[in-house]
């Protein structure tokens, strides 16, 4: 498959080892991080934010103690801030169930699995650490069990550490 270029709606592509991560910077801010699959192209940072998001994210790839603080965008509805707040809280290496965090903010399952979608800033808000009691859950508004963004789930917990749930993480 022929590599694509990214989009300007990107302001910057970095490498990961299950593809690439968008960067969408505005207005000194990280705005959005978007996993993209293989055939994207790395694209060099066009500001100071998105090349200290670049670096972050490279460090998380390669450690994934590695910690953020990167300037973001205030998004999202009160309800899903109060979700992203609980799952900024599960610890590296640990999963919660999407009713463990509904009963943490006093909420619903799928609200919460909703919110978690509606994630801006994957990675910064681990939104992979939350799953199904049964088993992955979805991912990014995604559930096929063979796609990309439960292969990116997949990925992303076994780097941090995450064993079981009978999951091939690579």
């Given at each position: 498959?022929?590599?694509?270029?990214?989009?300007?709606?990107?302001?910057?592509i970095v490498a990961a080892p299950f593809g690439a991560m968008g960067v969408r910077t505005e207005n000194g801010l990280v705005r959005e991080l978007v996993y993209l699959p293989p055939h994207f192209l790395e694209m060099e940072a066009q500001d100071a934010v998105a090349q200290q998001a670049c670096v972050q994210l490279a460090r998380y790839f390669a450690d994934p103690d590695a910690p953020f603080d990167l300037p973001l965008a205030p998004l999202g509805s009160p309800f899903q801030q109060k979700v992203w707040a609980a799952i900024a809280q599960i610890p590296r290496g640990r999963v919660r169930t999407y009713g463990d965090v509904a009963r943490f903010?006093?909420?619903a399952p799928r609200a919460v699995g909703q919110a978690c979608g509606a994630n801006w800033f994957p990675l910064l808000i681990p939104c992979h650490r939350v799953t199904a009691a049964g088993g992955l859950g979805g991912f990014s508004h995604h559930d096929d069990a063979a796609g990309f963004h439960l292969g990116v789930k997949r990925w992303l917990l076994a780097h941090e550490g995450v064993e079981g749930m009978g999951w091939s993480a690579r």
């Open positions: 498959m022929k590599k694509q270029q990214g989009s300007e709606l990107f302001s910057a903010i006093g909420s």
